[in-house]
């Protein structure tokens, strides 16, 4: 392919898979991280942790899930077992498990039946670095995570989403580990191909890049395969942007096409925010749960952003959610709830009025009644691939009769799901019957899954 156009039309359509699909719609799940850290006060366990530290007397994985659902998320996924090689369900594979503990009853497995009980979707996280397993850094190690992997897949029904620690320190004697994650990948494809796999180089979903809900401006699933080599590559390479080697600074605006770059071809692979609700992974007595506004704040940047939230929740060492975050989520869920209570737009025609070429066009949309209008979501339709680059929003006046000049939002990508919020302090008071969305760049003609306004 030598022509820049047609690089383009083939980014157009890079598609996701079903399962990638049902993981944008999944899109707000919870963390819940728990091990001997949430006793011993540590973020990163050293491995040599006595068993008998793991006392949680009230631990009530119900609380959990209400809590979890309070907030509005879908899903939770638990560590099932973190750096310090503790295993919260009863596996044949090493004495370095709960049932050796205090609390002596498979932790998973009580979570996953609450998940199950409150409507929610369950999935793990096993860490690859694994500090007290003798067996880190030799080959036999990659064995007995297989083996671990094979009882959770197994075990507890239906799992949605499985995470993968990019972290990989070292074992005893400062032993490095090769993880082979193709093979780990391939058991969970076997035993439960509906789950997505989260790595930090994909197949399915990749890392946003920190931890802080940092989302780019631009927040492409249709990304090069050179950060994603796990994914399937759906085109020829291609010209890309962006210094890929540093995703942690979240800068570049990956996916982005410039004829200035080539990369071996792109992929499909959205973004996960993970982030935790308070400073640390772990329960720590001392910290306190970020603002509303902050929450609130992340779920636009990132649900309304093409990507998933995942919120970390830890239990404390009680075995229950801290009241503080109790509070705070059901906040967030009823603010959610609140601003994105009634869809002004249901029913209303999305009309294409204008094609100026492939990739500028101009759509309208008119409310029955003239609104006092707050965010305006946009979807694209991604089975036909991710293809806005750029866009422009103007309102009519409340009659929808007259298009006003000033642009009430500029956008870049759009994705799965764009949230424009539409700036309150400038525009506090303004009413409008119809909106004006124009497309000033796009890989191929636009093709919108839906368009509510709140
Ligand atoms: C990181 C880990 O090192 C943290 O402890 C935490 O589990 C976070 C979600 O991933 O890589």
Request: charged share 30%.
């Amino acid at each position: 392919m030598s022509d820049f156009r047609d690089f383009v039309k083939a980014a157009a359509s890079v598609v996701p898979s079903k399962r990638q699909l049902d993981w944008f719609e999944t899109n707000f799940y919870a963390f819940v991280h728990i091990c001997p850290n949430t006793f011993t006060g540590l973020e990163w366990g050293l491995g040599n942790e006595d068993p008998a530290c793991f006392n949680p007397t009230e631990l009530d994985c119900d609380q959990w899930v209400e809590a979890i659902k309070s907030a509005g998320m879908k899903g939770a996924v638990i560590t099932a077992k973190h750096h310090d090689g503790f295993c919260l369900w009863d596996t044949k594979y090493t004495d370095h498990n709960i049932m050796n503990s205090p609390y002596g009853k498979d932790l998973v497995k009580e979570f996953a039946d609450a998940c199950r009980r409150g409507g929610i979707k369950f999935g793990f996280y096993l860490s690859p670095w694994d500090r007290n397993s003798k067996l880190y850094g030799t080959e036999a190690y990659n064995e007995y995570y297989r083996n671990q992997l094979i009882e959770l897949l197994t075990g507890y029904g239906e799992v949605f989403h499985v995470w993968f620690d990019g972290s990989c320190g070292e074992g005893p004697e400062g032993k490095k580990q090769e993880y082979t994650y193709r093979e780990y990948f391939d058991l969970i494809r076997k035993y439960q191909p509906n789950a997505t796999i989260f790595n930090d180089h994909g197949p399915d979903v990749r890392w946003c890049g920190n931890e802080s809900a940092s989302t780019r401006h631009a927040e492409w699933a249709v990304v090069p395969s050179e950060l994603c080599y796990y994914a399937e590559v759906q085109t020829p390479p291609s010209p890309i942007a962006g210094d890929l080697t540093h995703m942690e600074n979240c800068d570049p605006e990956i996916g982005t096409l410039t004829n200035s770059m080539y990369s071996k071809g792109l992929v499909f692979c959205g973004a996960e925010v993970d982030v935790s609700i308070r400073k640390g992974w772990f329960w720590h007595p001392e910290e306190e749960p970020h603002s509303l506004e902050k929450l609130f704040d992340m779920y636009l940047r990132t649900v309304g952003g093409n990507a998933c939230l995942n919120l970390n929740v830890p239990p404390d060492n009680r075995g229950l959610i801290d009241e503080r975050d109790v509070k705070r989520l059901k906040e967030l869920g009823d603010k959610i709830k609140a601003e994105f209570a009634h869809d002004h737009a249901e029913g209303c025609e999305i009309k294409r009025v204008e094609t100026r070429s492939e990739s500028q066009s101009v759509f309208e949309l008119e409310l029955p009644k003239a609104t006092h209008i707050r965010y305006i979501e946009l979807r694209e339709d991604l089975t036909k691939g991710q293809r806005i680059e750029d866009f422009r929003i103007h309102f009519y006046d409340e009659k929808g009769e007259k298009l006003q000049e000033y642009i009430v939002y500029y956008g870049t990508t759009v994705g799965n799901r764009k949230i424009c919020a539409i700036c309150r302090d400038m525009w506090d008071g303004l009413i409008s019957k119809k909106i004006r969305i124009t497309i000033t760049s796009a890989r191929d003609e636009v093709h919108f899954k839906s368009i509510r306004i709140f």
